[in-house]
């Protein structure tokens, strides 16, 4: 399908009684978003001007000044809609044919992988190894059911995160900041100037280890759940990358000892409701900069991977979690293992919650396990600096459709 692209020139109301004034003229056809790669996606940004470029250029709005009005309110995304509006700032908004996605065909399902009696039942053991070696390697992740993390620990983190995001401003604010220094933080698009649009969501942030904040650095809404949560995250965390060790052919503590797990970053992001979810995302198109993530969400739904040149919607199961591998195990795993691009939709219910726990560490030099190499399958990645990587992929543009793994390809 062509979809056509047209530049707009037009003035945006910034009154609910101004008049908005649309002049169009046909400019150019591109392949449909919907079937475009991430890379392809990230070209189609670049190249093509948002509904924000052509605020910027037609009509003097000036949207530097209303980003840092957003941004000096602290009250995120939530705040603007509590504040009532019905039309999305220009600065969220993306193409609505890059938002949009065709259903799930039915014989495309995320893997569910169930992990009861693997320590105790070796054919079982075996039979998860195969399950996570497939899944792994074929859509670079899979949802878990019985993992050992009760229910009441999970409802307990999804309500603490929403009793924080609907906290009072003035409890909130004293979190926000965009310091990434910081344990504990609360921000709403931590990159809000220098993306080409913003997310709809805010978010809550704590680095757990190696070096966990203070009970005290915790807000007191989420604090003995998130402690409790972390605890019970970390072992899943050990559980899975043993598992994934032997998937590899490696022995089971081989990723621990790697120093896979000594880093816990959680992030609680929280997507209000969006009054126009077909102009904006909630999370753009992205893969993880760690080893392994472990995410929780809530039942409302939105989070899809990019599988066979189309979306792949990742239906909430109650009590699951949804396990990807990262940027980081995609390399030391010599491309075996892929690091999955996802995004989340935006919708008009809400708020959605989830948690996503990254297990990274950056203080060291990673490049394909030596053990996994040999003359047929020689190294595709070079030694990587860590902190190099991260760096580039918090902080560098990207070049041509290129993702910051690709930059470090031999």
Known sequence: MAIYIYKCVFSIAIKSHSVIIIFCRYHKQVSSPWKLTNNDYIRYMESSETQLDLVQNGS????????????ESKAGVKGLV???????????????????????????????IDLEDIRDDPVRHEKVIKEIRSALEIWGLFQVVNHGVSKDITEGMIEGVKGFHEEKNEVKREYYTRDVKK???????????????????????????????????????????????????????????????????????????FGCAKGL???????????????????????????????????????????????????????????????????????????????????HNGPRISVASFFAIYDRICGPIKELLSDENPPLYKEVPLMEYITQYMWKEQDGGMTTLDRFRL
């Open 82 to 112: 509590d504040s009532g509006i019905v039309k999305i700032p220009p600065f969220f908004v993306v193409p609505e044919k890059v938002v949009s996605s065709q259903p799930t065909p039915a014989h495309l399902q995320i893997p569910v």
């Open 265 to 347: 970053k959680i992030m609680c992001h929280y997507y209000p409701p969006c009054p126009e979810p077909n102009r904006t995302l909630g999370s753009k198109p992205h893969t993880d900069p760690d080893f392994l993530t472990i995410l929780m969400q809530d039942h409302i739904g939105g989070l899809q991977v990019f599988h066979q040149n189309q979306w792949i919607n990742v239906p909430p199961i109650p009590g699951a979690f949804v396990i990807n591998a990262g940027d980081l195990l995609q390399l030391i795993s010599n491309g075996k293992f892929k690091s999955v691009e996802h995004r989340v939709l935006a919708n």
């Open 183 to 257: 344990k504990v933080t609360y921000t709403s698009n931590t990159l809000i100037h220098k993306t080409k649009a913003a997310d709809w969501k805010d978010t809550l942030y704590f680095r757990m280890a190696p070096d966990s904040p203070r009970p005290e650095e915790l807000p007191v809404v989420c604090r003995e759940t998130t402690i409790k949560y972390s605890a019970y995250i970390r072992g899943l965390g050990d559980t899975l990358l043993k598992l994934v060790s032997e998937a590899l052919g490696l022995n089971p503590n081989y990723l621990i000892e």
């Open 60 to 71: 003097g709005y000036d949207i530097e000044k209303e980003i840092k009005a957003f941004d």
